[in-house]
């Protein structure tokens, strides 16, 4: 049993603002603290479960987050970036399951710290007519590779979300948000212990009896990204093979999901050059 674990930031107990995001924020490193003990308490729990393998990529910002002389010492670490599939580099069909351990609500929400990709330049993301979060783009590209997302941790906005895209998900909900930047948290050894039970339920549990299907989408994929601005949006255009659907939003569609999602990251980078 090999389990894949993508973690970010802002779905972790006790992080609710920049200042704890960010590589240049005072609090950054009792953050980067807090999100590996939560990735240890999620690989604590499937090992205890019976998985024999466990993949961690960090995925936020730098992607360089996790401490990894903390880390529990049978997980091996994927850190760095930028990196071709960004928060889901690394899975592949050999997987059995995925963990999504720190997630936050997707842009427009209200969620603590909502924002999809990159909330400096995307309003909103679909793939094939539905709006997604990363949760649900992520499902996506595990689903791609026959991947099941079997457990998703992260606020209480981000547990919800998780369980509309993903039906039979396990979630855990570390915080409550009281506004964007504030939430009412669990103590992290509380949210740890749920998040290794869940963890270990998921594996012993959920994926056995594949009670999470792998997320499909349709063929073609088309993605639709709205913009901030009119100006992020003409730089994204320059992608060959974009379609302007109106000022604000483009679309993308191939067969291939993974190269839908290229394009889509492609568009991001270039409406984040102005
Ligand atoms: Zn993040």
Sequence with gaps: MRVFISA????ISGVVDGSQTSEQGFDYGRARRLMTGEVNAAVEGALAAGATEVVVNDSHGSMRNILIEEL???AKLITGGPKPLTMMEGIDGGFDAAFFVGYHARAGTRGVLNHTISGKVVAGISLNGRTYGECGVNAALAGRFGVPVVLVTGDSMTAAEAQSVLPGVRTVAVKEQRARLAARCLQPEKARHLIRAAA???VRVAVPNGE???MVVGTPAVFEIRFHNTGMADMAELVPGA?????LTLSFGHDDLIVAFRALRA???LAGVI
């Design 8 to 11: 970010d930031i802002e779905g």
């Design 243 to 247: 379609r302007r659907v109106d000022d």
């Design 200 to 202: 270990a339920e998921a």
């Design 267 to 269: 568009m991001i980078y």
């Design 212 to 214: 999470v299907k792998p």
């Design 72 to 74: 529990h010492p049978e």
